[in-house]
């Protein structure tokens, strides 16, 4: 079989010609502690078993739930039965790490033909066509993918190396905000916009007590958090004071315990929507309740929202402010809070409760059941918040907005170079698998001529 826009010397052959595809088996029916070969999925080795083997120079692909994830193994191995094993018959006619770049060149996806899990079929991977190259310069290819590979692969750990520095960057920016460091030169040049803690204790305390109206039972003084309850060292200016969370909040109060379905009726947000800092007004499902339940459970602007639980324990217990334009509903699983004083910052207290000692004392409280992490409305209420002055708030939240703007166009920037590298590694295997990677050799023998040589003898 020939294309006109390969070289000469290439063919065009169907995949099972020339390569084996093997199914795997149940890792249960054969996993053995004492067995001799490794098992290999499409996530890697994770077991050893001696039945069911693939030779050394196998590409070993996603068969069901996660596809086209090729990896390359050079030892004996068992295949699971969520992967399939694709090695050369004849490695005289298909070199195997040339196999292996063709699988990491052609979108397996496309094959899938499911509506629920995602999963291949042998027969459709059968029928590929590949690109055969003369053994030659199959060898010359994949010396030079692997060398333009290795150039990128450097390239990439560098710029993954910039963002981890910007995340690291970052939490050095919160650590010194919320220990006053971020303020100080601010503090000494503005020291009449400065308050000592008892003065900000009896604002704050008015402030609640005017909140809660004339008719309302006494509130209760305020006493600042016991420092000897604060979890670490942290050292904070003497002007700040250190608060219960729970008693600058006129409200925290769960979600709705409804479950969302189908899609109409108000929208209401996913766990998933609540990350430090960041709420997404794009991460929401429906739910269908009746109007005077949902103004109960409807978020205003202003309003703290914090996970209460979730798989991954580093997003319990975070929250992020809600400053969205339309109606949205919030489930059980996340906690609405309501900062509703006049001399904070929202912004400030999302950039606080998310970080240093108010952190530090939420993660003591984070209890696990079940493969799920949370924490209780309790816990949000007693979590320790720094305090300052409204003036300095503001001040620090100016300057953490506009350090973050820069460290996110930073990362925004990588993320660029980042797909830009890995589009020039596809751009790159798509060079070699349509001849133009490597100059040909006229004494190379063509694929189709050796195909023919061997095609009665076995392969």
């Known amino acids: 079989m020939r294309d006109e826009s390969l070289p000469p010397t290439w063919a065009l052959c169907r995949f099972d010609t020339i390569a084996h595809v093997i199914s795997g088996k149940n890792q249960k029916d054969v996993e053995s502690p004492s067995g001799e070969f490794p098992i290999y999925g499409s996530g890697g080795a994770f077991g050893r078993a001696t039945a069911y083997l693939c030779e050394a120079g196998t590409t070993v692909i996603g068969r069901k739930g996660t596809i086209n994830s090729p990896i390359f193994v050079n030892e004996r191995f068992w295949n699971v039965d969520t992967a399939f094993g694709l090695c050369p018959i004849n490695s005289e006619v298909l070199d195997p790490r040339f196999l292996y770049y063709f699988c990491r060149s052609f979108n397996f996806t496309t094959l899938d033909k499911s509506t629920t899990i995602p999963s291949l079929a042998k027969r459709d991977i059968e029928a590929i066509t590949v690109p055969l190259a003369p053994p030659s310069e199959q060898k010359r290819i994949v010396a030079k993918i692997e060398e333009l590979f290795s150039e990128l692969e450097a390239g990439q750990e560098s710029l993954r190396a910039a963002r981890r520095q910007l995340g690291v960057y970052r939490q050095s920016l919160l650590k010194q905000a919320f220990e006053g460091k971020l303020t100080e030169t601010w503090r000494a ?232 590298s890995e589009a020039l590694r596809q751009a790159i295997l798509k060079k070699a698998f349509t001849g133009q990677l490597v100059p040909q050799d006229p004494a190379d023998e063509p694929a189709s001529e050796l195909l023919n040589r061997l095609r009665n003898k076995p392969l």
């Open 189 to 420: 040049e503005n020291p009449d916009k400065l308050e000592s803690p008892a003065q900000l204790l009896a604002r704050i305390q008015s402030a609640r007590e005017a909140r809660s109206g004339s008719k309302a039972k006494k509130v209760p003084p305020l006493v600042p958090f016991p420092a000897s309850e604060l979890v670490g060292n942290f050292s904070l200016p003497s002007e700040w004071v250190v608060l219960s969370y729970g008693d600058l909040c006129s409200v925290v109060r769960n979600g709705i315990s409804q479950k969302p379905s189908g899609d109409s009726g108000y929208k209401i947000a996913r766990i998933s929507a609540v990350r430090p800092m960041a709420f997404d007004y794009d991460d929401y499902r429906f739910i269908d309740c009746d109007d005077s339940l949902a103004a109960d459970y409807t978020l205003a602007v202003g309003d703290l929202v914090f996970t209460r639980y979730n798989g991954a324990r580093r997003f319990v217990g975070v929250c992020a402010q809600f400053k969205g334009q339309e109606p949205r509903l919030y489930p059980d699983k996340l906690i609405r809070t309501r900062p509703d004083l006049p001399m904070l910052d929202p912004r400030y207290l999302e950039f606080a409760l998310n970080c240093g000692l108010s952190r530090a004392w939420l993660e003591t409280k984070i209890r696990t059941t079940a493969g799920q992490s949370g924490v209780s409305g309790g816990d949000v209420k007693a979590m320790p918040v720094p305090i300052c002055s409204l003036p300095e708030q503001q001040e620090i939240v100016r300057l953490l907005d506009e350090q973050f703007e820069v460290i996110e166009r930073n990362e925004r920037e990588i993320d660029a170079a980042l797909k830009r």
